[in-house]
T-cell receptor
Framework: DADVTQTPRNRITKTGKRIMLECSQT?????MYWYRQDPGLGLRLIYY???????NKGEISDGYSVSRQAQAKFSLSLESAIPNQTALYFC???????????FGSGTRLTVV | QKEVEQDPGPLSVPEGAIVSLNCTYS??????FMWYRQYSRKGPELLMY????GNKEDGRFTAQVDKSSKYISLFIRDSQPSDSATYLC????????????FGSGTRLLVRP
Protein backbone atom coordinates (compact mmCIF):
# COMPACT_ATOMS: atom_id res chain seq x y z
CA ASP A 1 0.00 0.00 0.00
CA ALA A 2 1.11 3.53 -0.73
CA ASP A 3 2.31 5.71 2.16
CA VAL A 4 -0.14 8.46 1.18
CA THR A 5 -3.40 7.37 -0.45
CA GLN A 6 -5.78 9.72 -2.16
CA THR A 7 -9.31 8.90 -3.24
CA PRO A 8 -10.80 9.19 -5.76
CA ARG A 9 -8.07 9.23 -8.42
CA ASN A 10 -10.33 10.91 -10.94
CA ARG A 11 -13.62 12.71 -10.54
CA ILE A 12 -15.92 14.64 -12.82
CA THR A 13 -18.56 16.72 -11.10
CA LYS A 14 -21.05 19.40 -12.01
CA THR A 15 -20.94 23.06 -11.07
CA GLY A 16 -22.56 23.67 -7.69
CA LYS A 17 -22.09 20.17 -6.38
CA ARG A 18 -20.35 19.43 -3.08
CA ILE A 19 -17.40 17.12 -3.35
CA MET A 20 -14.93 15.66 -0.89
CA LEU A 21 -11.42 14.46 -1.64
CA GLU A 22 -9.92 12.10 0.89
CA CYS A 23 -6.36 11.48 2.01
CA SER A 24 -4.98 8.88 4.37
CA GLN A 25 -1.40 8.16 5.37
CA THR A 26 0.59 5.42 7.01
CA UNK A 27 3.75 7.50 7.55
CA UNK A 28 2.83 8.42 11.11
CA UNK A 29 3.43 12.10 10.32
CA UNK A 30 1.58 14.80 12.22
CA UNK A 31 1.71 17.37 9.43
CA MET A 32 -0.59 17.08 6.43
CA TYR A 33 -1.12 19.39 3.47
CA TRP A 34 -3.41 19.88 0.50
CA TYR A 35 -1.96 21.34 -2.69
CA ARG A 36 -3.50 22.20 -6.02
CA GLN A 37 -1.57 21.98 -9.30
CA ASP A 38 -2.48 23.89 -12.45
CA PRO A 39 -0.47 23.94 -15.68
CA GLY A 40 2.31 26.51 -15.50
CA LEU A 41 1.60 27.39 -11.85
CA GLY A 42 3.32 24.61 -9.94
CA LEU A 43 1.77 23.41 -6.70
CA ARG A 44 -0.04 25.93 -4.52
CA LEU A 45 -0.93 25.33 -0.89
CA ILE A 46 -4.64 25.21 -0.02
CA TYR A 47 -4.68 24.14 3.64
CA TYR A 48 -2.35 22.51 6.11
CA UNK A 49 -2.68 20.88 9.50
CA UNK A 50 -0.11 20.20 12.19
CA UNK A 51 -2.42 18.01 14.26
CA UNK A 52 -6.09 17.15 14.64
CA UNK A 53 -6.89 20.46 16.35
CA UNK A 54 -4.64 22.67 14.23
CA UNK A 55 -5.91 23.73 10.79
CA ASN A 56 -4.38 26.58 8.81
CA LYS A 57 -5.19 28.32 5.55
CA GLY A 58 -2.72 28.31 2.72
CA GLU A 59 -2.39 30.80 -0.11
CA ILE A 60 -5.54 29.73 -2.01
CA SER A 61 -8.08 28.54 0.58
CA ASP A 62 -11.14 30.41 -0.75
CA GLY A 63 -13.83 27.98 -1.89
CA TYR A 64 -12.31 25.06 0.04
CA SER A 65 -12.64 23.59 3.52
CA VAL A 66 -10.84 20.77 5.27
CA SER A 67 -11.37 18.27 8.05
CA ARG A 68 -8.69 16.42 10.01
CA GLN A 69 -10.60 13.40 11.24
CA ALA A 70 -7.58 11.68 12.75
CA GLN A 71 -3.81 11.90 12.63
CA ALA A 72 -3.87 9.76 9.51
CA LYS A 73 -6.83 11.34 7.67
CA PHE A 74 -7.19 14.76 6.10
CA SER A 75 -10.11 15.58 3.78
CA LEU A 76 -10.58 18.47 1.38
CA SER A 77 -14.09 19.67 0.49
CA LEU A 78 -15.41 21.89 -2.22
CA GLU A 79 -18.74 23.13 -0.89
CA SER A 80 -20.02 24.34 -4.24
CA ALA A 81 -17.69 23.35 -7.07
CA ILE A 82 -16.94 25.80 -9.87
CA PRO A 83 -15.16 25.17 -13.20
CA ASN A 84 -11.98 27.05 -12.22
CA GLN A 85 -11.46 24.49 -9.47
CA THR A 86 -10.66 21.98 -12.20
CA ALA A 87 -7.12 20.91 -11.32
CA LEU A 88 -4.88 18.17 -10.00
CA TYR A 89 -5.02 17.95 -6.20
CA PHE A 90 -2.25 16.50 -4.07
CA CYS A 91 -2.15 15.54 -0.44
CA UNK A 92 1.21 15.47 1.32
CA UNK A 93 2.59 14.62 4.73
CA UNK A 94 5.68 15.90 6.49
CA UNK A 95 7.81 14.78 9.39
CA UNK A 96 8.76 18.39 10.13
CA UNK A 97 12.23 18.00 8.66
CA UNK A 98 13.32 20.05 5.68
CA UNK A 99 13.05 17.29 3.14
CA UNK A 100 10.60 14.85 4.69
CA UNK A 101 7.56 15.47 2.48
CA UNK A 102 5.68 12.54 0.94
CA PHE A 103 3.06 13.13 -1.74
CA GLY A 104 0.07 11.09 -2.78
CA SER A 105 -0.57 10.22 -6.42
CA GLY A 106 -3.12 12.98 -6.82
CA THR A 107 -6.81 13.41 -7.62
CA ARG A 108 -7.70 14.78 -11.02
CA LEU A 109 -10.87 16.83 -10.58
CA THR A 110 -12.92 18.20 -13.44
CA VAL A 111 -15.82 20.55 -12.78
CA VAL A 112 -18.18 20.90 -15.72
CA GLN B 1 6.03 38.83 -8.15
CA LYS B 2 6.00 35.15 -7.22
CA GLU B 3 8.18 34.06 -4.31
CA VAL B 4 9.83 31.36 -6.41
CA GLU B 5 10.43 31.85 -10.13
CA GLN B 6 11.15 29.00 -12.51
CA ASP B 7 11.27 28.92 -16.30
CA PRO B 8 8.40 26.64 -17.42
CA GLY B 9 10.17 25.45 -20.57
CA PRO B 10 9.63 23.10 -22.27
CA LEU B 11 13.29 22.25 -22.57
CA SER B 12 14.21 19.73 -25.28
CA VAL B 13 17.71 18.22 -25.38
CA PRO B 14 19.36 15.25 -27.10
CA GLU B 15 20.27 12.18 -25.11
CA GLY B 16 23.62 12.59 -23.38
CA ALA B 17 23.38 16.37 -23.04
CA ILE B 18 24.01 18.27 -19.82
CA VAL B 19 20.83 19.87 -18.57
CA SER B 20 20.68 22.97 -16.38
CA LEU B 21 17.47 23.84 -14.53
CA ASN B 22 17.22 27.00 -12.47
CA CYS B 23 15.09 28.83 -9.94
CA THR B 24 15.32 32.20 -8.26
CA TYR B 25 13.64 33.25 -5.05
CA SER B 26 12.99 36.48 -3.25
CA UNK B 27 12.53 35.61 0.43
CA UNK B 28 15.61 35.18 2.61
CA UNK B 29 13.51 33.08 5.01
CA UNK B 30 13.72 30.13 2.63
CA UNK B 31 16.22 27.62 3.96
CA UNK B 32 15.86 24.02 2.79
CA PHE B 33 16.01 23.72 -1.00
CA MET B 34 14.68 20.78 -2.91
CA TRP B 35 14.21 19.45 -6.40
CA TYR B 36 11.25 17.25 -7.18
CA ARG B 37 10.69 15.21 -10.30
CA GLN B 38 7.15 14.61 -11.53
CA TYR B 39 6.20 12.16 -14.21
CA SER B 40 2.91 12.56 -16.04
CA ARG B 41 -0.09 11.71 -13.87
CA LYS B 42 2.08 11.06 -10.83
CA GLY B 43 2.82 12.90 -7.62
CA PRO B 44 6.11 14.78 -7.16
CA GLU B 45 8.99 12.67 -5.88
CA LEU B 46 11.97 14.12 -4.06
CA LEU B 47 15.11 14.07 -6.16
CA MET B 48 17.57 16.10 -4.13
CA TYR B 49 17.67 18.47 -1.19
CA UNK B 50 20.24 20.89 0.17
CA UNK B 51 20.45 23.27 3.06
CA UNK B 52 23.59 25.33 2.70
CA UNK B 53 25.13 27.19 -0.18
CA GLY B 54 27.35 25.10 -2.42
CA ASN B 55 27.06 21.94 -4.45
CA LYS B 56 25.65 18.52 -3.65
CA GLU B 57 26.15 15.62 -6.00
CA ASP B 58 24.19 12.38 -6.33
CA GLY B 59 25.09 10.25 -9.33
CA ARG B 60 24.28 12.17 -12.49
CA PHE B 61 22.55 14.94 -10.54
CA THR B 62 24.12 18.01 -8.93
CA ALA B 63 22.18 20.54 -6.89
CA GLN B 64 23.68 23.98 -6.45
CA VAL B 65 22.57 26.71 -4.07
CA ASP B 66 23.76 30.32 -3.98
CA LYS B 67 22.02 32.00 -1.07
CA SER B 68 23.71 35.34 -1.67
CA SER B 69 22.16 35.52 -5.14
CA LYS B 70 18.98 33.65 -4.13
CA TYR B 71 19.53 31.23 -6.97
CA ILE B 72 19.39 27.44 -7.12
CA SER B 73 20.21 25.05 -9.93
CA LEU B 74 19.93 21.39 -10.82
CA PHE B 75 22.37 19.89 -13.30
CA ILE B 76 21.76 16.55 -15.00
CA ARG B 77 24.76 14.93 -16.69
CA ASP B 78 24.48 12.35 -19.46
CA SER B 79 20.75 12.93 -19.71
CA GLN B 80 18.58 9.94 -20.57
CA PRO B 81 15.11 9.67 -22.14
CA SER B 82 13.92 8.38 -18.76
CA ASP B 83 14.79 11.81 -17.31
CA SER B 84 11.94 13.31 -19.34
CA ALA B 85 9.61 14.75 -16.72
CA THR B 86 8.66 18.01 -15.06
CA TYR B 87 11.21 19.26 -12.53
CA LEU B 88 9.97 21.44 -9.68
CA CYS B 89 12.15 23.42 -7.38
CA UNK B 90 10.78 23.85 -3.87
CA UNK B 91 11.89 25.47 -0.66
CA UNK B 92 10.84 25.54 2.97
CA UNK B 93 9.70 28.83 4.46
CA UNK B 94 11.29 28.90 7.88
CA UNK B 95 8.52 30.57 9.83
CA UNK B 96 5.88 28.98 12.06
CA UNK B 97 4.18 27.44 9.03
CA UNK B 98 7.20 25.54 7.73
CA UNK B 99 5.46 25.58 4.34
CA UNK B 100 6.88 24.05 1.20
CA UNK B 101 6.69 26.59 -1.64
CA PHE B 102 7.09 25.40 -5.22
CA GLY B 103 8.28 26.92 -8.44
CA SER B 104 6.04 26.48 -11.47
CA GLY B 105 8.06 23.55 -12.82
CA THR B 106 10.17 23.04 -15.96
CA ARG B 107 9.13 20.38 -18.44
CA LEU B 108 12.15 18.48 -19.76
CA LEU B 109 12.19 16.26 -22.85
CA VAL B 110 15.28 14.17 -23.57
CA ARG B 111 15.23 12.97 -27.18
CA PRO B 112 16.77 9.55 -27.97
Amino acid sequence: DADVTQTPRNRITKTGKRIMLECSQTKGHDRMYWYRQDPGLGLRLIYYSFDVKDINKGEISDGYSVSRQAQAKFSLSLESAIPNQTALYFCATSDGQGYGYTFGSGTRLTVV
Amino acid sequence: QKEVEQDPGPLSVPEGAIVSLNCTYSNSAFQYFMWYRQYSRKGPELLMYTYSSGNKEDGRFTAQVDKSSKYISLFIRDSQPSDSATYLCAMILMDSSYKLIFGSGTRLLVRP
